[in-house]
Nanobody, 120 residues
Framework: VQLVESGGGLVQPGGSLRLSCAAS????????MGWYRQAPGKQRELVAT???????NYADSVKGRFTISRDNAKNTVYLQMNSLKPEDAAVYSC???????????????WGQGTQVTVSS
């Protein structure tokens, strides 16, 4: 199973970016998916998660500015980031709980990360 992120880059404060993370490989289904970020010298933190049914959860710091969504047919999760602030700069990584077999077991997989820089 591979998770491949795209969409990071440099944006000015107040700008927007859309991250994508596509899962590929051999698996039965994907459960919860999420985005995490890690800034230099800081611990990785949860940004947003979404269940297979579409229920979402956000960190307080991004509520009202970021939107997580997913396309189950494409095994892809998105993160729309608006009104970006310098403190949003970090490496953003996606996570997915993947069911590999008919057994009710899910395993966590991570993408390689994509850099988001917010600077004028």
């Amino acid at each position: 199973v591979q998770l491949v992120e795209s969409g990071g880059g440099l944006v000015q404060p107040g700008g927007s970016l859309r991250l994508s993370c596509a899962a590929s490989g051999s698996f039965v289904s994907i459960g919860n998916m999420g985005w995490y970020r890690q800034a230099p010298g800081k611990q990785r933190e949860l940004v947003a998660t979404i269940t297979s049914g579409g229920n979402t959860n956000y960190a307080d710091s991004v509520k009202g500015r970021f939107t997580i969504s997913r396309d189950n047919a494409k095994n892809t999760v998105y993160l729309q980031m608006n009104s970006l602030k310098p403190e949003d700069a970090a490496v953003y990584s996606c996570n997915a709980l993947v069911r590999l077999t008919s057994l009710r077991l899910e395993y966590p997989y991570w993408g390689q990360g994509t850099q988001v820089t917010v600077s004028s």
